[in-house]
């Protein structure tokens, strides 16, 4: 018995929706706009967002660094306390924080037999006019206008950190069932740093206007305070990429050292890409580099660990444009100092997302910080 | 049979496509961060070993001055030695590269000194980088008499500031200046030379005529002055080591001023005034005759070279108001640079070819300022009620210019900037001084 013209139809159009059924996700994925808006809303809580909203937490906040930077210069602004010349020696041998487990052999001694000698200097000359010499310390004074984080020293009342830490106090009448013993810890928070250059001339002697508070980096989605709703808006591809996290995540749990090949899992929003940009660009200090060096973009390839925390061992760059190798070195190196020092405590990266972020690609672009 | 053949072609396609969809989607993450902060980088510079009881006088002076040279740079911020948790007992000791990071310092600088027995001291530094768990790049020494020990120090932070920004120091190097007293209205003006900080200052000529304008040579050894020791301005070469002096070999009856060196060393550019006319010329140190370089009845004056000494820039009231223009080095026509309000003057080529500091006065106020060598880009440093005269450290990333206070009482002053505008610091100057010119490096 052979088979007709419908039923080699039939056939096929079953066949056609069967393929449809399985592969079709792709193509709604690959054209669907809605994953961010959904991603965002689920992971953005109230909290998260009062703390970003809070001014203190802005890292992109140069006001008060910029009083700093240009001060009057007919005021008579205080000088620098010379801290080099006061500060007592106070040497004493604390124990490390963090006891190291393999201490670094002490580096080879290479100091060239053949090291430069210096000439001797100008003899004291004799001058028509009596010749004076100053104090043998005499130091540059300071100018009214002075550097633009002169502090020498954080301030009393809270340490260095790259994050903000609230003061922990111990309680004052603990619970006497209760023995939670809260170690005493100060207050951190982050330097003050400008992200802008204000030179003297362009700066007037005298304030013309209130420093108006700068926006926040990017926009970010904006939840209201109540309560999620119970029914979360799902897209329409959230089924299939909350079926490819549990699978990673199954893999993960049944193997857990080995790396999938390429990323599987809902990518990470857009909201949780700027969270890491914002946090990496607190420590990309370029107050130090030279003038090529802030001419130069380099790309860098960094491996995290699960904790979110960077393998300082994989850092590496992979390219650079726009300057010399030597510049190009200067510009990695600060850039590696930005991932290792504000990725010590790990990025906040969602930890369900790992196969997204395990290796992170930063170009870092200078051109917006450059001396203009 | 032909409707199975576009649905089997269909299928192929789509196949096709997904391997591309799923490609888009694998990957590492990409960021691009373009914001970032500026802000010095912490350091620390624990007093360095004495290695002998000799050398214990020097050992924390030394450090002194390197925390001194690298934080005067504004790129640079010391951290408190009270904050220290380790301590470097000894120049081979392993830094514990925890400790420093605990106090959030990113470099420390060790070092250790020691003192012979004939007089001489050798300071011999490391520098590590905190973040990167390492050393960066070799220990160095350096030796010399004890008398040089303040130089020793900025050779160490020369090295440091070196690896660490990727530029040339500027630290070993001395400037020149006009130094002055007496009342505003009788000024006695006098040439003094010293460190770029303020220190070991030595005066090479006495105040019984106004000396102006000093420009050191490109090697540093000698010094181009203006004097007006015959009565008239002339321009006069003095050897720094013996202090011995003479007049250029130029007309007698006419005005020579404003000199300058060329990279040779030998060619010097200066405004001659004859007839109520001022132009450029040129000639040799030693002599041999002179050049004419402009013929025009304006004003032409404050010459001076490009690195490589291709071009001259110079102010001129050609256009009818003071402009600055560059043209060749054997003269030629020039080309306009400054457009911008105001009147500018005083111009001087960058060491690294690539900018003009110059003199700006523009509704009352002076300023420094900055432009490139085709006029663009141009931007104010400084304002205040008198700025002028800026000379380039050698690394050109800091400007040191002459500021003057208003009143019967104000006086001249040095001060430096960074070519971004920042830390405007005041020089340490025994008294009044003025027009400040800065050395090459020192050998």
Known sequence: MTPNTGTYVSGIGHGILILWALIGGFFLRANDPLPLQSTEVSLMSSEEFAALSLPDASPDVPTEALEVVAPEPEEAAPEIAPTVEAAPEVLEPAPALEPEPEPEPAPAIDVPDDAPILPDPPSEQASTAEPTIPEAEAQPEQAPRVAPIPAPAPEPDAEISETVTPEVVPDAEPEPEVEVVVEEAPATAPQEATTEIVTEAEKPSAPTESVRPKSRPKPQTRVAETPPPETPIVPADAVADAVASALAETTFAAAPAPAPAAPTGPPLTGGEKDALRVAVQQCWNVGSLSTDALQTTVVVSVNMSRDARPETGSIRMLSFEGGSEASAGQAYEAARRAIIRCGANGYDLPAEKFAQWQTIEMTFNPEKMRIK | ?443
């Open chain 2, 1 to 443: 049979m032909r409707l199975l053949k576009a649905l089997t072609l269909a299928i192929l396609c789509l196949g096709a496509a997904i391997p591309a969809t799923a490609q888009e989607r694998s990957g590492p993450l990409r960021i691009e961060i373009t914001e970032g902060v500026i802000e010095p980088l912490p350091i620390a510079v624990p007093t360095f070993i004495a290695e002998n009881p000799a050398a214990q006088e020097y050992a924390d002076a030394i450090a002194r001055v390197i925390a001194a040279d690298l934080t005067g740079t504004g790129l640079f911020r010391e951290i408190p030695r009270d904050a220290f948790i380790s301590r470097i007992t000894s120049f081979d000791s392993t830094i514990q590269y925890s400790d420093w990071k605990a106090i959030n310092a990113q470099a420390v600088v060790t070092g250790a000194v020691s003192a012979a027995g004939d007089g001489r001291i050798t300071v011999k530094f490391r520098l590590f980088d905190v973040f990167a768990d390492a050393q960066l790049g070799d220990g160095l020494q350096f030796g010399g008499s004890a008398g040089s020990w303040r130089r020793m120090a900025h050779k160490v932070a020369d090295a440091v500031y070196s690896r660490i920004t990727g530029e040339g120091g500027y630290f070993d190097s001395r400037v020149v200046f006009v130094a002055e007293s007496g009342p505003k209205d009788a000024r006695l003006k006098r040439l003094g030379v010293m460190d770029y900080d303020g220190a070991n200052v030595q005066y090479l000529t006495d105040s019984s005529s106004i000396v102006l304008a000093p420009r050191f040579s490109p090697t540093g050894d000698r010094v181009l002055y203006t004097s007006y020791e015959t009565g008239s301005p002339r321009v006069f070469v003095l050897d720094v080591g013996t202090v011995q002096r003479r007049a250029l070999d130029l007309p007698a009856e006419t005005m020579t001023f404003a000199p300058r060196f060329g990279p040779d060393g030998q060619t010097v550019v200066f405004s001659l005034t004859e007839g109520g006319n001022s132009d450029l010329y040129a000639t040799n140190v030693n002599g041999g005759g002179i050049q004419r370089l402009t013929s025009t009845p304006s004003i032409e004056t404050a010459p001076g070279f490009s690195p490589d000494g291709s071009r001259i820039v110079f102010e001129s009231d050609r256009s009818g108001t003071q402009q600055l223009y560059v043209m060749p080095a054997a003269g030629g026509e020039p080309t306009r640079i400054s457009f911008g309000q105001g009147r500018y003057g005083t111009p001087v080529w960058s060491p690294r070819g690539d900018l003009i500091a110059f003199t700006k006065q523009n509704e009352g106020r002076f300023h420094i300022g900055v432009m490139r060598v085709d006029g663009s880009e141009e931007r104010l440093l400084t304002a205040s009620f008198l700025d002028e005269g800026p000379t380039w450290a050698p690394n050109g990333r800091v400007i040191m210019f002459t500021r003057g206070t208003q009143g019967a009482g104000g006086e001249p002053a040095l001060y430096s900037v960074d070519i971004s505008g920042r830390n405007l610091r005041r020089v340490q100057t025994e008294g009044p001084a003025s027009d400040p010119a800065w050395s090459p490096l020192l050998q």
